[in-house]
């Protein structure tokens, strides 16, 4: 299931360029059983299971072996909520210089109630949630992650400042996009677009971008200290809001 994520788009040009790899490794196959159980009951009872301690010990630290410079992150609803600009602080940390092992990371995805509490403080660095909702399994969280730190890796963008321009990346939410055709169920393409005037049309996807964050996500405004001129680009957007209603 994980390794789909290398399968399509971004993600797969950037493992075929080698700017990534992606290993999976199955619990399973560390099991010594004929049923190859992942799972056990929970001391203390009650409903679910817990992933068997012994067997993702030893899949953790074949992944270690693997990977001796990674951390090893355990996705969980009980971690730190992740973000572009935690993801972006990660990305720097990935980047290889020149070492025989690139750093990486080891996700650890749980199933089941979760993972015996003794693995998370025997081999797990960190605990990350991908947002405050419960999956059924660590799997998606991990796919999320490998597609948002993937993109952010150098080189694995085309135009090199597609990132740069994406929501969050400057602490506001994107600009509103368009293309053809021009004139949609009688919806026009703004004027500015096609001017032709690159100052113009930077200025007024700066405007939207402020504007578009205040509106929806105010709580990213107040965590910047916007220029005076970022500052009058917001009164314009804001007036014009008003106009409107
Ligand atoms: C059903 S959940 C277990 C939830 C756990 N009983 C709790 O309430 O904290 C099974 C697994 O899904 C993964 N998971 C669930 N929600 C997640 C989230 N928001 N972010 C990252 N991983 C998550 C974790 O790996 C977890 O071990």
Redesign the pocket.
Known sequence: MVQMVTEFGVVSRAAGQGLIELHCINPRDYTTDVHRTVDDRPYGGGP?MV?KADILLSTIRAARAQAPLSKVV??????K?VDQAMLKGVTRSLIADGKDHSPGLIF????????DERIIELEVDEE???????????????MVLVDAITRLLPGVLGHEQSADQDSFSEGLLDCPHYTRPEVLEGLSVPAVLKSGDHGKIAQWRRMQALGRTSLRRPDLLDELELSEQDKKLLEVFLRQQESIK
Request: overall charge negative.
């Open positions: 679910g992933m355990y996705l969980s609803p009980q971690g909520t650890l995805c749980g199933r089941y109630e979760g993972i990350w949630s991908i947002g405050d909702y419960v999956l059924s399994g660590g799997e998606l969280g991990a």
